[in-house]
């Protein structure tokens, strides 16, 4: 049951840890197309944040990038994390585009087992996986 108060609530952002802040933005900004809507380094604290994404965060879920400056291992991504989807319009061409600009491409795009989606899905440079799915294939 939804309460008057909860009826304006949304997902605003996803944070990840990332190791290298300029490999991420990169990955996310030349290869997926996202724009980067705000960064801003916090010395004191040793970290910096930037946020990406297709449209400004009051209007859209964004993806938070978080670097501490003295992480020198790579983070574990771990058995809970699953995975951040990003709609495409065309899953193949898209697909195509990104294996030529060097993505790391790891389940070719396709339908899903018993359903009418069709996905692929990438790595970002820390292992994170990135699921894009057909937008003309997603029932409404």
């Given at each position: 049951?939804t ?12 944070m990840?840890?990332?190791r290298?802040m ?12 996202m724009k980067?809507?705000r960064?801003k380094?916090?010395p004191?604290?040793r ?5 990406v ?12 990038l978080?670097?501490n400056?003295?992480q020198?291992?790579p ?6 994390y ?8 065309d ?7 990104l ?18 989606l069709h ?18 294939t997603?029932?409404?």
């Amino acid at each position: 049951m939804t309460t008057k108060h909860q009826a304006n609530h949304r997902v605003m952002h996803t944070m990840i840890r990332v190791r290298d802040m300029e490999a991420s933005l990169d990955f996310y900004t030349r290869l997926l197309g996202m724009k980067v809507l705000r960064r801003k380094d916090y010395p004191e604290g040793r970290f910096s944040l930037a946020f990406v994404g297709y449209g400004p965060e009051i209007n859209n879920a964004v993806i938070e990038l978080t670097h501490n400056w003295d992480q020198d291992k790579p983070y574990e991504v771990g058995t809970g994390y699953g995975h951040i989807a990003i709609a495409v319009d065309d899953i193949y061409a898209t697909c195509a585009d990104l294996k030529e600009k060097g993505a790391k491409i790891i389940r070719d795009p396709g339908p899903m087992k018993n359903d009418t989606l069709h996905l692929a899905f990438l790595q970002d440079p820390d292992g994170y996986k990135i699921e894009l799915i057909d937008s003309k294939t997603v029932a409404a």
